[in-house]
């Protein structure tokens, strides 16, 4: 089989500070070694002039039908479904042009999720590796108006949640999103009750399926850790102890700063009341901690809603790193390696023998400047399964081993 051979890389391999003059061996879908390796005369060297080589990124947080790819106006959650189907599409493939080649999907509508992302594994379309969600599981809801709200899945007690969460794995769910309570730009509904809580992850566990908690408040945060939700969306009002127990329960937890940050400067979602600045400064201080105790955690947002559009996704990195104190190459962790083992998808996330080739080449050192990573022109190329799908490695620097 041809090799692709890249030499003089950067090295970032998503656990590891960057090591200079580094060469990885790609074969098929596979990173075969990392290391000179005696050239075959089939084989391709592409000589990448130090730039970093870097493994691709997760969204951990990620809802491909909120938003237009194009980030004009014109989202709304009465959308056709198939007007919707479409701008998840576009929503993916812009992830993918943005170096995020897999998602994690954090609800849906209808089963655009499921069928998404079977079209992508197919090969019938281009899109980052995708784990599909379910539709939001919650209490009922009604709006302002006493209307029950209806792109959610309404369920009242433990036996409607586990027949929810049943229904959902049947329509090709792999993540379970549940809405535990209040908090974090949820105003309406209630909390969910242990028996539910219990129910949905219980249920969800049992045929192989993880499940994920929109949760706020210290005790729905340490409510989740301890009934065995998988991931915990947002978190906010956590503690120590909350902070121990997600630990110890070897959940996820994806914090999702950015857009209380962005809203709190706009005076949009900010300014009605939607997040507060104690609250975000609290999360932000509980990082470190969190860090220190092992806690996996990840990036992801609700990007397509508010005012973050799609393809913003490497600002949430910025902004963990300039506003929240972590360092570069920590929230780089965070995005590769971290995601990598949140798809559940084997060998993915980290640059090392007999891992999956999703890689990306950047024009400078984010572990130096992470703000890179949010500039279009400086993604040289987006590699997913050994395959060039975003950008380019010029012709000109690839040569026959012979040469």
């Not at 580094?22 to 050239?39: M, Y």
């Not at 329509?171 to 809580?197: L, W």
């Not at 609250?279 to 005012?307: F, N, Q, S, W």
């Not at 572990?367 to 010029?394: F, N, W």
Request: some cysteine.
């Amino acid at each position: 089989m041809t090799r692709t051979i890249l030499t003089n890389a950067n090295l970032l391999d998503g656990e590891n500070p960057a090591r200079k003059g580094a060469t990885v061996v790609i074969e098929g879908n596979r990173i075969t070694a990392v290391g000179p390796v005696p050239p075959r005369d089939e084989d391709t060297v592409i000589d990448l002039g130090g730039r970093t080589l870097m493994p691709g990124m997760v969204s951990g947080h990620y809802h491909a039908v909120y938003g237009r790819p194009d980030g004009k106006p014109g989202y709304t959650r009465d959308a056709d479904p198939v007007q919707h189907a479409y701008w998840a599409l576009g929503n993916a493939q812009v992830a993918l042009r943005a170096g995020v080649t897999s998602v994690v999907g954090a609800a849906t509508f209808d089963t655009i999720d499921a069928t998404l992302a079977a079209a992508i594994d197919a090969g019938d379309v281009l899109g980052p590796r995708f784990v599909p969600a379910s539709r939001a599981l919650s209490p009922t809801v009604k709006d302002d108006s006493g209307q029950i709200i209806s792109h959610v899945l309404q369920c009242d007690g433990a036996d409607a949640f586990r027949r929810g969460t049943l229904l959902e794995i049947e329509r090709g769910a792999k993540v379970i999103k549940i809405f535990a309570g209040e908090g974090h730009g949820q105003f309406v509904g209630r909390d969910m009750t242990e028996a539910e809580m219990r129910a949905a992850v219980d249920s969800a566990h049992e045929h192989g399926v993880r499940t994920r908690a929109h949760v706020a408040g210290r005790d729905n945060v340490l409510r989740c850790a301890t009934v065995g939700v998988d991931i915990l969306d947002h978190a906010d009002g956590l503690d120590e102890a909350c902070i121990d127990a997600i630990a110890e329960a070897g959940a996820f937890m994806v914090p999702s700063i950015y857009l209380p940050w962005v809203a709190t400067r706009s005076g949009g979602k900010g300014g009605s009341g939607y997040f507060d600045q104690p609250t975000l400064d609290h999360t932000c201080a509980m990082l470190a901690r969190a860090i220190e105790a092992g806690v996996k955690l990840v990036p992801g947002d609700d990007y397509g809603a508010a005012e973050l559009p799609h393809g913003s996704y490497a600002k949430e990195l910025a902004c963990y790193v300039e506003y929240a104190g972590i360092s570069p190459l920590e929230v780089i962790r965070w995005a590769t390696r971290n995601g990598g083992a949140m798809t559940g998808i084997a060998d993915l996330g980290t640059i090392a023998p007999g891992k999956l080739a999703d890689m990306l080449v950047i024009d400078g050192d984010p572990s130096a400047d992470i703000t890179l990573l949010s500039k279009p022109e400086r993604l040289v190329a987006v590699i997913k399964d050994g395959q060039i799908v975003s950008g380019y490695l010029p012709a000109r620097q690839a040569q026959s081993a012979l040469v």
